[in-house]
């Protein structure tokens, strides 16, 4: 860059209108209504079905876990956390670019994958994946999974 340059290139502050983001629900952790058994089925048959699955938690919009399916080298806690904080990405990028509803994002790493569904509008579903892990057989079969993880969560 020259010196000459008197000044750069700025972005303005005009924003398109934006509906505001949608309440959040209460949370459900800790509510000792759910069904929990039914649901850790759900994340148990999840690891069976998907050869790499490493676990998976089902937590809160707001971070806290609800229950989860995950090796002891695997924080629930954390996974439950960093799930809400890819959300609430994923929820601007929709409401920024006008395409809906947050229904899945997934990360990969050099060693893995962690992806997070939504569940309903209230709950998420992490999965921790190995790098060997089938993404498409993933993707597959984890919306069905959350699709019931939902219906138990409202009916329990």
């Given at each position: 860059m020259s010196t000459g340059d008197a000044s750069l290139p700025r972005r303005t502050g005009q924003r398109p209108d934006l509906p505001p983001p949608a309440t959040l629900p209460p949370s459900l952790a800790g509510n000792p209504s759910l069904p929990y058994p039914?649901?850790?089925t759900e994340l148990a048959e999840l690891r069976?079905?998907?050869?790499?699955?490493?676990?998976?938690?089902?937590?809160?919009?707001?971070?806290?876990?609800?229950?989860?399916?995950?090796?002891?080298?695997?924080?629930?806690?954390?996974?439950?956390?960093?799930?809400?904080?890819?959300?609430?990405?994923?929820?601007?990028?929709?409401?920024?670019?006008?395409?809906?509803?947050?229904?899945?994002?997934?990360?990969?790493?050099?060693?893995?994958?962690?992806?997070?569904?939504?569940?309903?509008?209230q709950a998420l579903l992490s999965v921790v994946g190995a790098d060997a892990i089938n993404v498409a057989r993933l993707h597959l079969h984890a919306p069905p999974v959350a699709d019931r993880l939902a219906k138990l969560l409202t009916h329990p």
């Open positions: 039914a649901i850790g069976l079905q998907i050869p790499g699955v490493q676990g998976s938690v089902l937590g809160g919009v707001d971070g806290l876990r609800i229950t989860h399916d995950v090796p002891d080298e695997l924080d629930p806690d954390d996974l439950a956390a960093m799930a809400a904080a890819t959300f609430g990405l994923g929820r601007q990028v929709s409401l920024r670019l006008g395409q809906g509803e947050f229904r899945q994002s997934t990360v990969r790493n050099q060693s893995g994958y962690f992806a997070v569904y939504a569940v309903g509008a």
